[in-house]
């Protein structure tokens, strides 16, 4: 075995022996996007007197300077409020009414930015008294978006489908097109800093590359402020638009990469140093926005996704400026491609290292990997990394026989673009999966049984379950909720004291009685695979079970 597949095989047995002592000793502390996980009047609530208030709990901060919230009522009309402020460190948001709501429909619209920057809105809908029965949900669009029935909590783009609209497909274009720029141009810059000089006439072409990658940076950098900003704020207002820019984490990031992009035109190829001091400033700025922002402890994901940044611009600038200046690097082709092909093997460890150490603060275990669209792409990504590695080690190889390389370095490039394609796309899902009420329903020929939690997320839920029996059959001797965690099969079956309650929802059946038992408590203490069990025990001792699994995360 050649000296370059033999190193190739220590760095992957490296990152698998990585791999699995992380997976054993590194704790995992993470956050999604931000989700709404309570609010106050809850959602499809019904209050006898309308609240002077509604407060809405996230799982993680939000912006601060930016967000919004309505009230509105079965016409549309926004409700007057005294005010909205951010509470609790940035996890609460709470709007003021002026007067309470009288009797009636109504839909609480909110839009915010979490702290990694990325939207998210939603609308539920609450009912005071007890209104005429057509009066309805609210058929119309709010702060932008169509409220959709079940509409309780979203996260803009959280999903990748073919059904997605031209804005969203626009979206993922410009994150991605701005995302390989970024790179060409700030590894191109690195590179010439640090390689020979070469020929006059190498000296030109490269300098004309650098420009040429600069002004495609900026222009692609200004797209991606407009598409991403409008995503954010839209119409509402050129107020917003500048409190967006000045007091949000994400948009000074947005002007400090803008500013310093223009600086560039200014200071590029004048000194070697200076270069290397602009790109690394020209990737911080990056770095300390997306996922990186949303999870604690950050200083430890900020470097990380900076070390991820700069190990990834080596990689693709490296590859990019040596397929384009191939036919004109002269008598410094062998210094070049020598240079390339050692940075970019290091480059790829680093990604691989770096990536794995995200992976593990990002998501509290690895087998969350399988249940959504960012697990997916992240493993994709990493059976082409590893593909590069074995690909760049070859390339190594026949650098030292002297045998033609430009074959093997057009399929580097072809994976770095898949991969740089990957990366666009899933740095802007949430890694971790969304938690989502559960509702369970099931009809039968002599009893229909429901059970419903609410918001469904480790800690404390509200548990509402309702028994159908027929008419004049009686109430049903015993009703027993109880929840089995099929992760910790030795911890045993929690029992949920669910209780009666004068229930008004209008979800009545012909010829059947509705019986409605309800909680509030901690009864699903952690996150994982739960079964929950329901029995009832109707007047004349007939069982009957109902079951259901679901995943909270």
Known sequence: ??????????????????????????????DAHAQMVQAVPAADSRLETGPSSVTLKFNEAIEEQLYNINVLNAKGAKLGSAGARVTENGTVLRLELKQKPGE??????????SADGHPVEGAYVFTVGDPPATEDVPKFPIEGHELHEGDHAGHVNQQVSWDMDLQQYVQFAVRIAYYIALLILSGWVL????????????????????????????????LYIFVHAWNLVGQQGLNQWSRLFTQTDVGLSWMVSLVWSFVGFVILGRNRMMDIVWVMVLLSAKAMTGHAAGFDPQWLTVSLNYAHLLASAVWVGGVTLLLVQWRKLGEVKEAYVSAVSRGALWSIVALIATGILSTFVFLPRIDYLLYTQWGEFLILKTVLVLTVLVVGAYLRNRIKKGKA????????????????????????????????????????????????????VPGVNTFTVKVFLPENRGEPKQVLLRMHPLDRPETGAITVPVKAFKDEDFDAFTGFEKYAYKVEGPYLPFAGKWLVELRVLDPEDNEKVYKTEMRIY
Do not use: C
């Open 104 to 113: 009636g429909v109504y839909t609480v619209s909110y839009s915010v930015i």
């Open 405 to 456: 390389l430009s074959e093997l370095l057009k399929l580097d490039a072809g994976l770095m673009a898949a991969i740089l394609v990957i990366v666009g796309i899933f740095t802007y899902i949430s890694p971790l999966p969304a938690n989502e009420p559960l509702y369970f329903h099931e009809m039968g020929e002599t009893q229909h049984g429901t059970v419903r939690i609410s918001p469904n």
């Open 191 to 222: 590179w010439n800093a640090v390689l020979p000089i070469g020929s006059q006439d190498l000296q030109t072409s490269l300098k004309d590359g650098m420009l040429l990658a600069q002004r495609a940076q900026l222009l692609l950098l200004l």
């Open 1 to 30: 075995m050649s000296r370059s597949l033999r190193t190739a095989a220590g760095v992957l047995a490296l990152v698998a022996v990585l791999f699995t002592a992380l997976g054993v000793f590194m704790p995992g502390t993470a």
